[in-house]
């Protein structure tokens, strides 16, 4: 509807329905022909681009695209406030299981909706479940293991369940976006080699690990930290080549070069 109007508000802004997109298209839809009047009503980092967002403003609105972007605007309310009903009934049953929630929201990248939907298919009682593997299995995030003749012909995941799939699919991209932390590391670390599809399904599987165990241990999650590859590597590196001197007859001793 803003393309029919030429108004091009998406293309300087990434969320149209934040508060300055919101406040942009309230003055639209009261009238405001301004271009300028109307960017001025930008908040934050999006001020650094009044230029572009003038430019983008200056459209054809007329009668209709008002109207219709009324509707528009209290259809999206409606669903808002529809969605918090949902969340705040959702919020009363999940009282009796607070102390699961808390433990999975201790994980970067899981809210207490994501982790609700979570515990609603997995249960909070993982001694019905054998080990972390059976759990990866049964959710279908466990690589497949099929062989024929010594040979691996397939890692495909097992089909598992969908429902949980997505959520843990939701969470592992909201994970890989975390900063300074393991699970983003993680995920860069495989992307890097495999492919951000790939990566994106070894975290799922990474998660639902996790939440086994913090669920297992009723103990909330304690990060190892974005260095962790980095200083096992190093720890790695370290092992082999003093092996390899002592092999030679030499016996090492390591001391750290002082910092300048």
Known sequence: ?????????????????????????????????????????????????????????????????????????????????????????IEQHLHPFEEAVDLVVSIPGLQATTSAGILAEIGIDMSRFPSDKHLASWAGVCPGNKQSAGKRLSGKTTQGNAHLRALLGEAAWAAARTKDSYLSAFY?????????????????????????????????????????????????????HIHQLEQLGYTVTLTPKEVA
């Open 1 to 89: 509807m803003l393309e029919g109007a030429n108004i091009k508000l998406a293309a300087v802004t990434t969320d149209v329905m934040g508060k300055s997109g919101r406040d942009m298209l309230e003055a639209l839809m009261g009238g405001e022909q301004d271009a300028h009047a109307q960017a001025s009503l930008a908040r934050g980092k999006l001020r650094a681009k009044l230029p572009d967002l003038r430019k983008a403003l200056e459209g054809r609105v007329q009668l209709h695209h008002r109207f219709l972007l009324q509707r528009i605007l209290t259809h999206i309310d409606f669903l808002d406030q529809s969605i918090a009903q949902v969340e705040g009934e």
């Open 188 to 240: 860069h670390r495989i992307a890097r080699r495999r492919g951000k599809k790939k990566a994106i399904v070894a975290l799922e599987h990474k998660l639902l690990i996790i939440i086994y165990h913090v669920l297992l241990s009723k103990k909330p999650y304690q990060d190892l930290g974005a260095e962790y590859f980095d200083q096992r590597e190093k720890a790695r590196l370290e092992w082999h």
